[in-house]
């Protein structure tokens, strides 16, 4: 079975903190992905990677940084955080050769006060 | 302007009925569309995937049929039970899309009652 974990299921940060999400994908897949969902908005994507050190901006990178140093494991990264950066934040991961299919991590709820 | 709209509205139905969602699309070239569940406070996970030259696929009590001329997608899940009761999302991929990128749907909200 594949897994996907995500470091934590609730955050609460402060306006201006730096924030670290951390996802770990255990089936030795190629791509990994960030998105945020939102109520009414659906799953938007942040950023892509498609292999270590590659990286890609999704629809709505701003504010977002992301860092893939080895292939299991994807950050991202919010700079300075601020209030409309709370959300859901989803990680997921896909093989490349069958890559159709993605495997999503639990969630990682973020407050920004 | 490109657009994947499923209905906002949750979806209520009786216990043995067939549910059937829908999801329709605009300025999109479809390379194939998924249907994924969602629990709350948990991830989406993969249901079925059609293509974009396929007319219905079939997965034990689900259906999905894909229409590429009126833009659209159904999701059917016959003999309904409560257990399937949540948030359905369909996630279409551009052919321009590449890496396997989805673009996701807001989803439809399912509640079977017994």
């Known amino acids: 079975d594949v897994k996907v974990t995500q470091s934590s299921r609730y955050l609460v940060k402060r306006t201006g903190e730096k924030v670290f999400l951390e996802c770990v994908q255990d089936?030795?897949?190629?791509?990994m992905f960030w998105y945020r969902q939102d109520p009414g908005l659906g799953l938007r994507l942040i950023y892509f990677?498609?292999?270590?050190?590659?990286?890609e901006k999704g629809d709505i990178p701003e504010g977002y940084s992301v860092s893939r140093e080895k292939k299991e494991r994807f950050s991202l990264i919010l700079e300075s955080a601020s209030t409309n950066q709370t959300s859901m934040y989803l990680c997921?991961?896909?093989?490349?050769?069958?890559?159709?299919?993605?495997?999503f991590g639990p969630g990682t709820r973020l407050l920004v006060l | 302007s490109q657009k994947i709209e499923q209905n906002s509205e949750a979806l209520n139905i009786q216990e043995g009925k067939t549910a059937t969602l829908t999801c329709n699309y605009t300025?999109?070239?479809?390379?194939?569309l998924q249907w994924y569940r969602q629990d709350p406070g948990r991830g989406p996970v993969f249901l079925l995937l059609?293509?974009?030259?396929?007319k219905e696929k079939r997965k034990e009590r689900l259906k999905v049929t894909f229409d590429t001329t009126l833009k659209q997608s159904l999701f059917h899940i016959t003999a309904s039970q409560p257990a399937d009761s949540a948030t359905y999302l369909c996630?279409?991929?551009?052919?321009?899309?590449?890496?396997?990128?989805?673009?996701f749907g807001a989803g439809t909200r399912l509640a079977v009652h017994p």
């Open positions: 997921a991961s896909s093989d490349l050769a069958g890559g159709e299919t993605q495997y």
């Open positions: 996630a279409l991929a551009p052919i321009s899309g590449g890496y396997n990128k989805l673009i």
């Open positions: 089936m030795d897949h190629e791509n």
């Open positions: 059609i293509r974009e030259n396929e």
């Open positions: 300025n999109y070239s479809p390379a194939y």
């Open positions: 990677s498609y292999d270590v050190k590659m990286k």
